[in-house]
């Protein structure tokens, strides 16, 4: 809907609110027309109900309002003697058609001086459980929203198992484009497993301003542009979604609008120069490490590398044991059941498992293995004397593909060699050619909602020839420091900026083997409470936390105890 629809829709609520609300704004002592000015009516309301008038504010906060409006609709028939059980689910389940049901009844009495707290201590909790919500969803939807990391995308900058708090306002916080939506839940709801929301109406894109802009290498939570999935890690067919119920996802931006990006060898370029990353930002490559002796698992994990795969020899495989074995692996090979091997990550497969089955094993020592990691463990492994020769894995052969984006097999673009290309910058004018409208192609069509046609020798938009577009908004380019294993803008493109969330600010929580049950979980304590991003070694923030909490404590303690003292006196 735009700003247009929207307006119809505010008056044709005012025209229904009038007409199924007059009486009673008369009875409780009001003039007529009272209930037909815009806004002016919500605060007259207020008065009628004896609730306070800022209580119209969150009437105009999207989500808010969901949980506001059956507020106001319980109190406005409370205010009117109906404080029944089955009045309150009345007026509930009817969406509010019950109050003009009341507002034609005979006999309407008003209430003046009603009992405002609830008679009962059910309803005294469900009224504080839902400013609670209320409270909870402001926080979480305009201030400060916590969020998990998945995958290894972002390692070691970012870990999987590290519990983010997502500043919404350093950006400035975004209003959300789904109008109706279950509160403080993203797209799915818990357990039933079904949409949390209604694709229509939507808002127009609208945000608060920021105190700060994105700047080249921030860490940034998005929505994904490219959104085909219904939840994370289940295939299935593409599922099309509102921009603020898309997957959320979090990448570093290596380039903002208005900047030229290359990838040469895998080095990232911007507008030429080489791109220089903060300091906690751990880039990682696959490498290809040799050696005559083999090389041993043992040793890699000694030396704290933990991202390469592990091959075990099984002589005495069955069905019943493979079976078994399929959630630790992650391929096999053989053709015989004497010769079948099995590949693993580098936690490999545990004494107990190999026990339980009965399993006869050995690990073979490769002569080669890959190993993701950082440059600088790489120069570690390098001085083994065990280790013959590193390779750093680089894409040389540029082939016509989809794969990469643009998507295209006029393109020959891949994850180490790629571009250049133009970032789209809001106001900037790009020349339209068949040659590079690829390029721009989903920008202009997708996400800017702007009809292009395409005739042999001309363009056609808004059905007028011409020869350049002018961008609506900007655009970003992310990336995962984890660069071999993360699907970012290489894949599927730009980041439109009414998609960015916010900026990944606090680490709360950091558990080890997070995605392999609750039982091998291991708490990373000198993650927890520390900062995304800064300077020199990571300091963990609990220990002041704890002090804080102890003092806070100790303050209350006191002041009760002189508070104690004085009543005696």
């Not at 339209?432 to 363009?459: A, M, S």
Request: proline residues 4%; hydrophobic residues 40%; positive net charge.
């Amino acid at each position: 809907m735009n700003l247009t629809e929207w307006f119809i829709f505010f008056i044709g609520i005012q025209v229904l609110h009038f007409l199924g609300t007059w009486r009673l704004y008369i009875s409780a002592g009001r003039k007529l027309w009272e209930a037909s000015i815009p806004i002016y009516n919500a605060i007259v309301l207020m008065k009628i109900i004896n609730r306070p008038t800022w209580w119209v504010i969150l009437l105009f906060i999207p989500v808010i309002n969901l949980i506001m409006i059956i507020i106001i609709w319980i109190e406005t028939i409370r205010s009117f003697g109906k404080n029944s059980n089955t009045e309150t689910a009345l007026v509930v389940f009817s969406l509010g058609l019950y109050i003009i049901f009341l507002n034609y009844s005979q006999n309407i009495e008003y209430i003046k001086d009603r009992r405002l707290t609830s008679k009962t201590s059910f309803g005294e909790w469900m009224s504080s459980m839902m400013f609670a919500i209320i409270a909870a969803t402001l926080v979480h939807t305009y201030f400060i929203q916590p969020f998990i990391i998945p995958t290894g995308s972002l390692e070691k900058s970012l870990l999987i198992g590290d519990f983010l708090f997502v500043s919404k306002f350093h950006y400035g916080a975004r209003i959300p484009s789904t109008a109706i939506s279950t509160p403080m839940v993203h797209d799915t709801l818990p357990i039933i497993r079904t949409r949390s929301y209604l694709k229509y109406p939507q808002f127009p894109y609208m945000r608060f301003p920021g105190f700060e802009k994105i700047k080249r290498n921030d860490i940034v939570v998005f929505n994904w542009p490219a959104d085909t999935v219904r939840q994370f890690f289940v295939k299935e067919k593409g599922v099309r979604k509102p921009i603020d119920k898309k997957s959320n996802y979090v990448k570093r931006c290596i380039a903002i609008a208005g900047d030229t990006l290359q990838i040469k060898d895998g080095i990232v370029y911007i507008n030429g120069q080489k791109n220089i990353l903060p300091e906690w930002a751990k880039i990682q490559h696959t490498y290809i490490a040799y050696s005559s002796q083999g090389i041993s698992s043992r040793k890699l994990i000694k030396l704290g590398f933990n991202d390469f795969n592990r091959v075990y020899k099984i002589s005495n495989i069955t069905q019943a044991k493979y079976r078994s074995l399929v959630p630790y692996i992650i391929g096999s090979k053989g053709n015989t059941v004497e010769d079948f091997v099995v590949i693993t990550p580098s936690k490999g497969l545990s004494i107990d498992l190999v026990k339980r089955l009965d399993l006869k094993i050995a690990e073979l020592k490769v002569q080669s293995k890959e190993i993701n990691s950082t440059y600088e463990k790489i120069q570690i492994l390098k001085k083994q004397d065990w280790i013959d020769s590193i390779k750093r894995n680089i894409s040389f052969v540029k082939t016509p593909n989809e794969n990469f984006f643009p998507n295209r097999i006029t393109f020959d673009w891949n994850e180490d060699n790629f571009g250049p290309i133009v970032i789209p910058k809001k106001g900037a004018r790009i020349k339209l050619e068949r040659e590079t409208y690829p390029l721009y192609k989903k920008v202009i069509e997708e996400y800017e909602k702007t009809k292009v046609i395409r005739e042999p020798n001309v363009f056609k938009i808004d059905n007028r020839i011409t020869d350049n577009y002018t961008f609506k908004q900007n655009y970003y380019w992310m990336m995962g420091d984890n660069r071999h294993r993360s699907e970012d803008s290489r894949v599927w493109g730009f980041v439109p900026e009414d998609h960015v969330m916010g900026k990944p600010v606090f680490i709360w929580m950091s558990i080890e083997n997070f995605n392999d049950g609750i039982r091998n979980w291991k708490i990373r304590w000198d993650r927890v409470f520390s900062k995304v991003n800064g300077k020199g070694k990571r300091v963990s923030y609990l220990p002041h936390f704890i002090v804080f909490l102890i003092l806070i404590q100790f303050y209350s303690y006191i002041r009760k105890k002189i508070k104690n003292k004085k009543s005696r006196i």
